[in-house]
């Protein structure tokens, strides 16, 4: 991966033209997931659908394995990656909370509290 | 001639919507934020814009990744309301004003900015929760609405600079349009959140009370801001920000501030809104 000046905030993946190069399969069958009948076809299947789409195989083990954070390494966007949760009947704040590695209640108190503060996380 | 009359900005947060949608609004949890729209729904109500110029991003809903426009504007006669994965908003149809549409898209392009033009999308929460915190429930929106969308979604969006002179023509090109009509102009996004990774949840009260500052005072300087500067201080997903500086482009170099509000949470975002008059 190359150097870049946002490499070094921390617990971010910026959507950047490298990671779109190597997430656009992902994020396009993420995007087929607007459709109810692809929503169907995916939870009755899930590997069959995944071997659809020209995706690495570490990419599909991630979606299978709903490593959200492993998707985002592998090219995924969040606002695609979240079709997957939204498929799966999870909230935004549910995969926030899986993401950043607390309960959804801990999380919910987080916010609730003001929110994950700004201080220790601007730089890794 | 059409004149741009006041701008607003308003975080477009989707749980909003929800709230909204499913009767929640009442809650303990929501009643403090739609607290903060109160004034906002009487004023709008007095102002009775004819058109509004609506500055949002799609998120992955009418754009994936097959066509990613830095700034498209919409220019059809309406705009359905996406399904983003549950179903359509219950919203009404969004009614474009193909008229001033076009013409702004010709007057920018001329003026430089290279707009893509866009004669059918879906409209996401980006943009109809806005409508939804300064309208309400109606059964259809009281005036026109002009989606313009901006790219936020893949790294860089335009920078802050673009976005301001952005605004800047918007202005120039709405008072070269014969008609008479009165437009407000949103900017929509933020404030800051960040809804990725192990820094999801990050909130930064202090970067959110400067920019509201700086934009009123000095939008030139804030104009300045590097997306880095966002990224690290606001969130991935703070840096919507950007849209804010359209709006403020768009209206006088002094404004009326009529309405300055701030809240956290809603679900994973702090919400900041601004009503702006234009002055002289």
Redesign the interface.
Known sequence: MSQKPYHDIPGTILFDAEQSRAGFHLNQFCMSLMKADNRAAFKADERGYLDQWPMTEAQKQSVLRRDWNGMLALGGNIYFTSKIAATDGLSFQQIAAIMSGVTQPEYAAMMLAGGRSIEGNRYK | MARITAGVATSHV??IGAALDNGKSGEDYWKPLFAGYEYSKDWIAREKPDVIILVYND???AF???LIPTFAIGCAESFNPA????GPRPVPVVEGHPGLAWHLAESLILDEFDMTIVNRMDVDHGLTVPLSLMFGQPDAWPCKIIPLAVNV????PPTGHRCFNLGKAIARAVASYPEDLKVVVFGTGGM?H??????????????DNAFMDQLISDPKAQSGVS??DY???A???GIELVMWLIMRGALSDKVCVKHRFYH??A??T?VGHLILESEG
């Not at chain 2, 399904?83 to 549950?86: P, R, S």
């Not at chain 2, 979604?153 to 860089?156: L, R």
């Open positions: 989707p749980a998120h992955a809903s994936s990744l097959e399904d983003e994965g549950w979604v893949q790294y860089p800051s960040q809804l990725q990774g192990p820094r999801a949840g990050l909130i930064n009260k202090q970067f997306h880095l990224v690290r201080e969130g991935s997903e956290v949470p679900s994973n702090a």
